[in-house]
Structure formats: C-alpha cells, structure tokens
C-alpha cells in the first residue's frame, strides 16, 4: 500500500535555528500537504504543493515528485512553531489522504 | 479559519452509547472526508463521500456509519462505544476539481 515517512520523528531547537523536515513517499503524487498540529489538536495547513516550491514567510516547502520526497523548511524558529508536523499524501485516481507518523517539534527559547 | 465547521468541539460520553459528530464543509466543496486521529493509530482516513453519494471507504468499523446530505453537510455516527474510539475525529473538504484538503478544527471524543 502507500506509504508516507516522516523523519526525523522528533527535532529539538534552540529558538532561532532553522530546520529542514522531510517526507517520503512511495507512489505517484496528486496530492501533498503539510499541516502543523499545534497544542490544542487543530490540524493547521500549511501547504499544499504536489510539485514545485512555496514560500509562506518563514516558511517553505518544495516537493519533488519524480523522486518522491517533499521538503518542508522552518527558518528562525520561534516558540509558536512547536508542534507536530504531518505531511499527507494522496496519489494516482484516489483522493484520501494517507498520513504520516509526523515529526514532534520542540523549540526551547 | 479553514472554512469547514465541526460541531460539537469537544464530546464525552459513556461506553455502549452513541454519539453524532456533524461537519458543514466550505462553502461548494461537494467533497467531505472523516478522518480519526487516535494514540496508537495516528491519523487514519475513515470515508469520504462525494455530493451525497460514499466514495471512498478506508477502516472503519461497521459501528461506524457516515452519510451526507443534500445541504452537502455530513454527519459521522458512531454507536457501541468502546474506550478505544476515544480519538480526535477531523472532518475535511476539497472543492471540485483540487486535490487539496481543508480540515475542521475536529472532534474530541472522549468515551468513559
């Protein structure tokens, strides 16, 4: 079946540091968001980009389809941005998001 | 504010009972998926149904049952309760044509 890896499962930062999370996955891409799960459970998005690169302020994601991975980028991390962050994917004629386990952010001030 | 409603926010409940979570997706998204967010499971895909009619069915339990009305407002119906179900349950969104999921701000359920 389709598979989605996160890693690192956990990052623990110093505030202002930067970071560089990644997701793999292992099929065709229709579909590729990254959500940031703050304290409170609500699923934040982030981005969606099946392909290409965006920025949003400190920010950004790019995802390389041919070779199946997507990179999300944190810059000058600040406290706000701990949390857990998902990558989920989708792929060929289906539509479902298919999950990853996640990456725990902690970012120390 | 992704647009997509979840009511009620937060749910306890006893074992053996049973419970309805509603979802009011974007304004014209045709399209509605319940996901369950649990410890031991993380986020898993439940169902998604498509301008009325279930499209798509991934694991959920026969306990379980979904439907979508002609407003395009879903409802989740979970019976039996176990202590297990107790999870976050989200509803998403996508608009016709996109691929791109708008999530509710979820349910906590919380079974005793």
């Known amino acids: 079946g389709i598979q989605v890896e996160q890693s690192p499962p956990d990052l623990i930062l110093q505030e202002g540091a930067n970071s560089t999370l990644r997701c793999n996955f292992s099929?065709?891409?229709?579909?590729l968001q990254w959500f940031h799960q703050n304290p409170w459970g609500q699923l934040i998005n982030l981005f969606y980009i099946p392909s290409g690169t965006k920025q949003n302020g400190r920010l950004s994601a790019t995802t390389v389809a041919t070779e199946r991975y997507s990179l999300l980028y944190i810059s000058s991390s600040q406290t706000t941005d701990s949390g857990v962050y998902f990558c989920?994917?989708?792929?060929?004629?289906?539509?479902?998001?298919?999950f990853g386990k996640g990456t725990l952010l902690t970012v120390n001030p | 504010d992704s647009g997509v409603t979840q009511t009620p926010k937060h749910l306890i409940t006893a074992t053996g009972q049973r419970v309805t979570l509603r979802c009011s997706p974007r304004s014209g998204d045709l399209s509605v998926y319940w996901y369950q967010q649990s410890l031991d499971q993380g986020l898993q895909f439940l169902i998604q149904y498509y301008n009325g009619e279930e499209r798509a069915k991934g694991n959920i339990l026969e306990r379980f049952s979904a439907q979508q009305f002609p407003d395009l407002h879903s409802e989740l119906n979970l019976s039996s309760l176990e202590l297990g179900d107790s999870a976050l349950y989200f509803c998403?969104?996508?608009?016709?044509?996109?691929?791109?999921?708008?999530f509710g701000q979820g349910t906590r359920l919380t079974v005793v």
């Open positions: 989920a994917y989708s792929g060929g004629s289906n539509y479902k998001l298919t």
């Open positions: 099929d065709s891409v229709n579909n």
């Open positions: 998403a969104s996508s608009p016709l044509g996109s691929t791109e999921a708008f």
